[in-house]
Every structure is written in structure tokens, then in C-alpha cells.
């Protein structure tokens, strides 16, 4: 028997009002794949983050987390089940630096901070992991100590990948990680997110299709509410109906 997808939705469907932003999407994660997500703004990717973490409620159809339904489950409890997403940029602590902020997240994983001792010896062992954590996106000891604020802002984003990993998860979602960066620190980013240990599923939204094509060994492509396409990048970027809406866009664009 195979392995049950790392996340699948079955006709996931949610309407505001009359209008169908997610629209009967069924996809798979293999486990341990680098998958992005793509398709035109408004095409329903955000939604489905959403759903897929339990943000929102689908109107109709099923969200599984390595083959177990979780469609009715509240998002603390899914994260429970090892579904994360990243913190936005605004839930960082500017004074704290990284190494402070991910040891703090792991404590309060392990329910370390509802303790009002704490042996020196654990807390140790956090920060150690905590550093390699870091060092395994690419920090620099110096910038794991630096205050938050000091950090250029690929950093920041890689800081906030670091606090959700520091949840443990099996699947991580990543709704445009690099938007905002400079283009020369997002593939930074993104190769950093690749390069994650095989044990994390890895769901990727991302607009350019550069970091797309550099990440992924799978893309799925929505538009309208729809998947539209599903593959590899080489099949993805070959099919007709993909280009039609992606040159479509570049020739409104040009
Ligand atoms: N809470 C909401 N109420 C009403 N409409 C919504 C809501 N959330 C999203 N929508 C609509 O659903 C559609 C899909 O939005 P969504 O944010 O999922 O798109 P997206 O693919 O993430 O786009 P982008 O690439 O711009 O981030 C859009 O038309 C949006 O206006
Ligand atoms: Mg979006």
C-alpha cells in the first residue's frame, strides 16, 4: 500500500455570496514534496490556504492530513496534527533576536513556559536546537543574536519560517514567503525552504514563476476557483491552457 498523501483536499468548495472563490479543488501532496501552488490574482489560492489550515470553513468537501479527515477540525488542532503556516511579518518581535524568539516558540511547544521554574538544562537544550534550526536556514551566528529589527527583511521572512517549523510540522504552507524581498534575498529564501529536511511537506504560493520553476518538483495551477493544470513544472509550463492564461497576462502586462 502507498503512503497517504502528506495533505489532500476533495472538492474543497467555499462561496462568498453567490461567488465561488475555491470552486470543487481536489489536490495531493506527496509526502516530502517541494509542490507550489500557482494561478492569476484572485484565482482562490489564498482561500484555500485558508481552508486548508481551518481559517475557514469549506462550504463543501474535505480537507485529509496524511489520510485522516480533518475538514471539521479547529486550526490549533490541525497545527496539532503537524499542519503549519507562517507567522506574518507583524508577529515578530523587533527586540527579540532570533535565537530568543525560536527558543521561546519551542518552550512553548514542549508547555515549558506554563512552568514558572525551568531548569537551566532545558532551557540549554531549546537554544541549541533553537541554533540549529536557525543555522539549518542559513543564519549566520551573528544574526541569530541580532535584534530582529537589525535584520534584512529575507531574514525576517526566513525568521518566520523558523517559528513555524519550530511547531514541528509535517506539512508547511507558504503563502508568498519572498513578497517583499529584494530579489536578490528571495532566492536566498527559497533555497533555504528547499533545501528543508524531506520530513516537511512543503506547499508553496508564490508569484514568480523564476523561484516557482527553481523550487518545485510539482505545480498546481488555479484559476477562477479551479485547478487548471496539475504536473511537473515541464508539463505545467508546456500546456496550452496554462500558457493561455499566464501569456495571456504577460501580454496585458507588455
Ligand atoms: N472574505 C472574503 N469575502 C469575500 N470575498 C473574498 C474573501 N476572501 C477572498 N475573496 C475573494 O475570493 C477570490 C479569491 O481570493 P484569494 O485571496 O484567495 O486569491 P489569491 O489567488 O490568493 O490572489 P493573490 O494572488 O492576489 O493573493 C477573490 O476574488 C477575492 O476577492
Ligand atoms: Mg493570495
Do not use: C
Not at 68 to 97: C, E, Y
Not at 129 to 146: D, T
Not at 180 to 205: F, K, M, N, W
Amino acid at each position: 500500500m502507498t503512503a497517504p498523501a502528506a495533505l489532500e483536499t476533495r472538492g474543497l468548495t467555499r462561496r462568498f455570496g453567490g461567488f465561488a472563490a475555491v470552486d470543487g479543488v481536489s489536490l495531493a501532496l506527496a509526502p516530502g514534496s517541494r509542490h507550489a501552488l500557482i494561478g492569476p490574482n484572485g484565482a482562490g489560492k489564498t482561500t484555500l490556504v485558508n481552508l486548508l489550515t481551518g481559517a475557514i470553513r469549506p462550504g463543501a468537501g474535505a480537507v485529509l492530513l496524511e489520510g485522516r479527515d480533518v475538514t471539521a477540525l479547529p486550526q490549533h488542532l490541525r497545527v496539532k496534527r503537524g499542519l503549519a503556516r507562517t507567522f506574518q511579518i507583524n508577529q515578530l518581535f523587533p527586540d527579540l533576536a532570533p535565537i530568543e524568539a525560536v527558543t521561546l516558540a519551542l518552550a512553548e511547544r514542549e508547555g515549558l513556559t506554563a512552568r514558572w521554574w525551568r531548569p537551566v538544562r532545558a532551557h540549554r537544550a531549546l537554544a541549541e536546537e533553537a541554533a540549529a534550526l536557525l543555522a539549518r536556514l542559513r543564519f549566520a551566528p551573528a544574526e541569530m543574536a541580532a535584534p530582529t529589527r537589525d535584520l534584512a527583511y529575507g531574514r525576517q521572512r526566513l525568521l518566520e519560517i523558523a517559528l513555524a517549523l519550530a511547531l514541528k510540522p509535517r506539512v508547511l504552507l507558504l503563502d508568498e514567503p519572498a513578497a517583499g524581498v529584494p530579489p536578490e534575498e528571495s532566492r536566498e529564501v527559497l533555497e533555504a525552504v528547499a533545501a528543508l529536511p524531506r520530513a516537511v511537506t512543503v506547499l508553496l504560493i508564490e508569484h514568480d514563476m523564476d523561484l516557482v520553476f527553481r523550487f518545485a518538483e510539482r505545480i498546481t495551477v488555479l484559476a477562477q476557483g479551479r485547478v487548471l493544470a496539475e504536473g511537473t513544472p515541464e508539463a505545467v509550463a508546456r500546456d496550452p491552457r496554462v500558457r493561455e492564461v499566464y501569456l495571456g497576462e504577460a501580454a496585458a502586462h507588455a
